[in-house]
């Protein structure tokens, strides 16, 4: 949420900033700017919407050889020029992701000091706020100190001060913040792409840790001002992995990676069978419950889990969203494991309430892709679901890769338990094994997916229906479509919809029905007829040999079957199918597949 690049060293900054940029607008972008030191004077250009607005407006800039610069996703006052950063007020001016939560109080105090303001930002306030500080005591990282001591809410900030265009000042709390190195310069920013193309060696910078950085020192203080020692990391992800490698969107390219990133996500645990599966799995037999906690699609996958984890493991399972966990009353105690799931490992709200669990004494699990994240730090424990970088705001092979070490999970303890026999799990690992095949073949079946997307995609509403972990698809499937196309789509419960909803079937309203279960084949079937009787255009996704059985029934216009698996490969042969029909969808209707309108990558906000 919010995107922050700087550069000080021998480049151009303006040309490292652009590029830094461009591989960051997925974290936000309302609006881009950039400020640059040239001929010992701040200069700062700001545009409303994509970098491509603020890249043809740098043009009258001079080299420089410091800069700092931001992509927004507005929090505070509506996505216009004046509102976006970087802000400047004195003698500072700054970059900021986060939230500021005591702005109000703030501005009031440094209005009653003499400021005024320009935006309606919280960022503008913490920029005075700190000009504020330094001007009475000359000193930057006592400055940046005071400023995190009278600042709530979750912050990082690049800084440059009139005083110093040698270095560039970071602080952070709560959101996200590197510090890269190379030979020619150093850099900071909210997340590796936009330092990849440069160099893949960076340094975390932890809560309540200060950085002073130039072309050739990177000097990291404690908040007592030690000098730290920091680990330097080395990126191993290429960029390609960033890059969209000739496809037309990342959305597209992310789902054709799922048959090697989901290899890559059961290979960390086991390449033959059930017994390595259990020897490289800690054992979570002992738990007598588990909370899954989650948002968005995150939560979706953890729906998924619930399901498996009951079945399978005989282990009672809450999920919660991570934005109701925090202020629900929660039963818990040493005997649960809390889960919590999140791609970006930054995910506020499901930071807040991994901190919450912990708080409690309860064993946390995170199970994480941004490798070195905040929750993947915090937690007791984390599971890497080893998709690589994931751009496209719409999540798809994170979410498989979630759903699939869930399933792993369930299998080890069911298996342990004595509920699955070691034969039934090796068969299960031969299906699993099977998927990234055939997820391929579902990939190069497109044509199917066209035609459906030409026949749905001018419709307004949409509805998915299934039952059990049907249901659990449907959800993601509906946030799927509905997030990248504009179109209002709901998932229902297949036996729920006659509860009210089906009042909003019409003649021609499309009706996604997946039926994968055969223990429940019917009973969907019927649900779905139901909405046929009332004039819906019915698509269903559903196995073969469910298919086979019911195919001369007359409640369907379309089809499409997946190959008949073990229950384990089902759920991500389906959800695929509902990854592809979206982004068809979008496609067809133009939308900016990657970046949906009000949406961001990673939501560093409550
Ligand atoms: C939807 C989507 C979001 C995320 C949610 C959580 O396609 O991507 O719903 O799943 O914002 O994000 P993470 O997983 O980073 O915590």
Same mark, same amino acid.
């Given at each position: ?39 010992? +004077? ?114 990082? !900030? ?28 150093? !850099? ?18 932890? +809560? ?75 054992? !979570? ?22 399901? !498996? ?49 912990k708080d409690r004494g309860i064993d946390t699990l995170g199970i994480i892709n941004t490798v070195g994240s905040s929750i993947a730090r ?128 019409? +003649? ?99």
């Open positions: 949420m919010c995107g922050i690049v700087g550069y000080v060293g021998k480049r151009n900054s303006v040309d490292v900033l652009i590029k830094g940029l461009k591989n960051l607008e997925y974290r936000g972008y309302d609006s881009a700017g950039i400020a640059v030191c040239e001929n010992d +004077k701040i200069e700062i250009v700001k545009k409303e919407g994509k970098i491509k607005n603020l890249e043809s407006s740098v043009s009258s800039l001079g080299s420089s050889h410091i800069g700092i610069g931001h992509t927004r996703w507005a929090t505070h006052g509506p996505a216009n020029t004046v509102n976006s950063h970087p802000h400047r007020v004195g003698c500072v001016t700054l970059v900021h992701n986060g939230i500021i939560e005591n702005y109000v109080k703030l501005r009031k105090e440094l209005k009653d000091l003499g400021y005024s303001f320009k935006s309606d930002t919280d960022t503008e306030v913490a920029c005075a706020l700190i000009d504020s500080i330094y001007k009475e005591c000359k000193d930057k990282l006592l400055t940046m100190k005071k400023a995190n001591e009278k600042i709530i809410g979750s912050f990082a !900030f690049a800084i440059l001060f009139d005083d110093d265009f040698d270095n560039i000042y970071v602080m952070r709390k709560d959101s996200p913040l590197i510090i890269a190195i190379s030979d020619d310069g150093n !850099f900071i920013a909210s997340d590796v792409p936009a330092i990849l193309e440069f160099t893949n060696k960076y340094i975390l910078l932890e +809560k309540d840790e200060y950085g002073v950085i130039s072309g050739d020192k990177v000097i990291v203080y404690d908040n007592d001002f030690n000098i730290l020692d920091k680990e330097i990391l080395t990126y191993e992800e290429s960029l390609d992995s960033a890059m969209k490698n000739g496809y037309e969107h990342f959305m597209i390219k992310e789902i054709n990676d799922e048959p090697r990133t989901l290899t890559a996500t059961y290979e960390q645990f086991f390449k033959s069978d059930i017994n390595e599966l259990l020897c490289n799995m800690p054992d !979570f037999s002992k738990y007598k419950s588990i909370d899954i906690i989650g948002c968005g699609s995150a939560y979706h996958a953890g729906l998924v889990g619930k399901s !498996f984890l009951e079945r399978y493991a005989d282990i009672p399972v809450n999920t919660y969203l991570a934005s109701e966990y925090r202020y629900e009353k929660n039963f818990s105690d040493s005997s649960t494991l809390t889960i919590l799931i999140s791609q970006s490992g930054e995910t506020a709200d499901t930071l807040a309430a991994l901190r919450k669990a915090e937690a007791s424990k984390v599971f890497y679901i080893k998709v690589g970088c994931e751009v496209s705001v719409a999540t798809t092979k994170a979410y498989s890769a979630q759903v699939l070490i869930l399933e792993l999970m369930a299998l080890c303890i069911g298996v342990r338990k004595g509920i699955i026999s070691l034969e039934a799990a090796n068969d299960i690992i031969s299906d699993i094994k099977e998927l990234p095949s055939l997820i391929e073949e579902e990939i190069n079946n497109k044509p199917s997916y066209d035609k459906i997307a030409s026949l749905i995609y001018k419709n307004e509403d949409i509805f998915f229906l299934g039952r059990g972990i049907d249901y659990s698809l449907c959800m993601e499937g509906s946030l799927k479509l509905k997030e990248i196309s504009y179109i209002h789509s709901e998932s229902y419960a297949a036996g729920e919809l006659k509860h009210g909803t089906i009042s909003l079937i019409d +003649k021609g309203t499309p009706v996604i029905g997946l039926v994968t279960d055969p223990d429940l084949a019917m009973k969907t079937i019927s649900n779905i007829k139901e909405t046929k009787a009332r004039g819906s255009f019915v698509v269903l996704v559903t196995l073969e040999s469910i298919f086979d059985e019911y195919k001369n029934d007359d409640f369907y216009d379309e089809v499409i079957t997946i190959k008949d698996v073990d229950s384990f490969a089902s759920p991500l042969l389906a959800i695929t199918i509902f990854q592809l029909i979206s982004y068809e969808v979008a496609k067809l209707r133009g939308e900016a597949i990657d970046k949906p309108r009000n949406l961001a990558k990673s939501v560093t906000v409550e």
